[in-house]
């Protein structure tokens, strides 16, 4: 069963980072096309459906089956846990400022532009990169 769960867990980050590393690019895209012309509006229909349809359910999907791991597996116990557990939080919080960066574009207000998403669209890659780290390593 847990090898089921692992599995599921794991296509459930592959479905949430293709999201995090995507939407930010799209985003640099968006930020440089002419508000209420037919490339902005291409973009937010195809941002709205890839934060609602594919990122948010695979966010759910590996935070279930993560929880249940580090519960079965580990009894949420040992620091590298607990530090995976950290960047994820982060990680989610970064998604839900995705979200709010997709009804803002939704509104055609334009807070920032392309080079800002340029920068957030890194933020995810680090992250993983200490996640899969810890997880692998298991320095502490």
């Known amino acids: 069963m847990d ?5 599921l867990h794991v296509l459930a980050i592959i479905s949430w980072m293709a ?3 995507y939407l930010p690019r799209l985003m640099v895209y968006h930020s440089e096309a002419p508000a209420h012309s037919d490339a902005s509006e291409r973009f937010k229909v195809m941002e709205y459906k890839l934060y609602r349809y ?3 359910p695979a966010m759910i999907v590996a935070w279930g089956t993560g929880l249940w791991l580090a ?3 580990f009894g949420f116990r040992g620091g590298w846990l607990h530090g995976k557990l950290l960047l994820v939080a982060v990680m989610t919080g970064h998604h839900h ?3 709010a960066w997709v009804r803002s574009f939704a509104r055609d207000e334009r ?3 392309g080079r800002f998403y340029r920068i957030q669209n890194e933020v995810p890659t680090l992250l993983m ?5 810890l997880v692998i390593v298991k320095p502490f």
Not at 3 to 7: D, E, F, N, T, Y
Not at 129 to 133: E, K, P, R, T, Y
Request: hydrophobic share 55%; no cysteine; net charge positive.
């Open 129 to 133: 990169v200490g996640i899969v780290v």
């Open 54 to 56: 594919i990122m948010r």
């Open 19 to 21: 999201g995090l590393l």
């Open 71 to 73: 519960w079965s597996s």
């Open 97 to 99: 400022m995705q979200g």
């Open 111 to 113: 807070r920032h532009g």
């Open 3 to 7: 090898l089921w769960l692992k599995a």
